[in-house]
C-alpha cells in the first residue's frame, strides 16, 4: 500500500468503533451527553510540555493564533491556556525546528467544549490567514495546523454520536448514524460549522472548557508502546498491527485518547533532544487508588513528592500525577 494512501485510510480509522451494536447507543448521544460522559473517564491530560526555538514566535502562535490566555512567563519558558488552567508550556530549548521521520510526537489535540468554540477556533485562524487542513472522522471534527517550529496541533470537537459502524468492504469507510456511508476521511465542511456563529466578534480567548484531548504519537515499535499504555490502565479501542496502528481510551464514549503509529518508520530513533517536539506530557488519574494500580504494573519509574515520571517503550517522557 502506498504511503499517502495508507495513511489517508488509517487516521480516519484511528477514531472508529469496529462495533455494529454501537449504533443504538451513537443514536441516543449528543454534544452535552459527551461532555458529561467524558466527566466519568478515570484518566484526562495535564498540560503538554513542547521545546520550542522561540519564547517570542511561540507567544505570538499560542496567544493571537490559536487565542490562548498568556498565563505565565519568563525568558525561556511560557505557560499558555485558558482562563483557569494551563494547556500549553513552551521551553525555549531546541536549536532547530521539529524534525520529520523520528520516534516521537505526531500531533497533539486541544478538545473544544461544544460546536460554538469549535467555530470560534477556526474562525480566529481566518483572521489571521493561518493555513490548516480539515478533516472530518465521523467520531470527531479537526483542523490540523503547524506552530512556528513545525509541531502539528489538531483542534477537535468531539461527536461520536455521529458514528454507526465501520464498513470494511472495498476500503475503510464509515457509516454515520444517519445511514450515509462516506470516506474514512471526509472533507470538512468549515462553511456549515461558521454559519452557527452568531457575529464575527471573535471572543477574547479560546472557551475555558476547551482542554487537551488526545496525543497521538509516532511510536518505534507499536506493539509495545500498545502494551506499555495497557498496563496503565488504558483500554483498547483500535489495535490493528497490520497496519501499525493503536488507540486506547479512558472509559467515556469519545476513545481516542492516546494514539500510536509507526508510519514513519519501525524502529526509528526518537527526535534529537535539540530539535523542537515533545518535552513531556502529563497524565492526571482521578483518584489515588487508579494511579496506584498503574505504577503497580510498572518497574521503572522515578517516584517524587507531586508524583511519578517514566517513559514509554519509545521514550517518550510521562509524568502521573
Known amino acids: 500500500m502506498k504511503r499517502k494512501s495508507f495513511i489517508k485510510n488509517i487516521i480516519a480509522a484511528s477514531t472508529i468503533i469496529t462495533m455494529d451494536g454501537f449504533s443504538t447507543l451513537a443514536n441516543a448521544m449528543n454534544t452535552n451527553n459527551n461532555m458529561k460522559n467524558k466527566s466519568s473517564e478515570f484518566a484526562s491530560f495535564g498540560a503538554i510540555h513542547l521545546n520550542n526555538t522561540s519564547i517570542q514566535k511561540s507567544t505570538l502562535f499560542w496567544t493571537e493564533v490559536v487565542g490562548m490566555k498568556l498565563r505565565y512567563s519568563s525568558e525561556h519558558l511560557a505557560e499558555f491556556g485558558t482562563e483557569s488552567k494551563t494547556l500549553v508550556v513552551v521551553h525555549q530549548s531546541a536549536n532547530r525546528p521539529y524534525i520529520k521521520g523520528y520516534s ?15 467555530a470560534s477556533m477556526i474562525q ?6 493561518y493555513p490548516y487542513s480539515p478533516v472530518d472522522h465521523t467520531m470527531s471534527k479537526s483542523v490540523y495546523l503547524d ?9 477537535t470537537l468531539e461527536t461520536p454520536e455521529r458514528f454507526k459502524r465501520v ?34 466578534v471573535l471572543p477574547e480567548s479560546i472557551s475555558d472548557g476547551s482542554y487537551i484531548g ?37 472509559g467515556g464514549d469519545y476513545q481516542h485518547r492516546i494514539v500510536m503509529n509507526s508510519w514513519h518508520g519501525q524502529n526509528r530513533p526518537i527526535a534529537p533532544a535539540d530539535s523542537a517536539g515533545l518535552r513531556f506530557y502529563q497524565i492526571e488519574f482521578k483518584d489515588r487508588d487508579r494511579l496506584d494500580k498503574s505504577i503497580a504494573h510498572l518497574t521503572e519509574f522515578d517516584k517524587q513528592d507531586d508524583g511519578y515520571w517514566l517513559k514509554d517503550p519509545t521514550g517518550n517522557k510521562i509524568f502521573l500525577t
Open 167 to 200: 464498513v470494511s468492504d472495498r476500503g475503510l469507510r464509515i457509516e454515520g448514524s444517519d445511514g450515509i456511508i462516506r470516506s474514512a476521511s471526509e472533507r470538512l465542511d468549515v462553511s456549515e460549522i461558521l454559519s452557527g456563529l452568531e457575529n464575527d
Open 124 to 129: 480566529r485562524l481566518h483572521k489571521h490567514k
Open 147 to 155: 506552530d512556528p517550529d513545525g509541531i502539528n496541533i489538531e483542534f
Open 104 to 118: 516521537g510526537l505526531y500531533h497533539f489535540a486541544i478538545h473544544a467544549p461544544n460546536i460554538e468554540a469549535f
Open 214 to 250: 488526545h496525543i497521538h504519537l509516532y511510536a518505534n515499535n507499536v506493539q509495545q508502546s500498545n502494551a506499555f499504555y495497557l498496563r496503565l490502565g488504558f483500554i483498547q479501542f483500535n489495535h490493528y498491527p497490520q497496519f501499525m496502528y493503536a488507540d486506547l481510551g479512558a
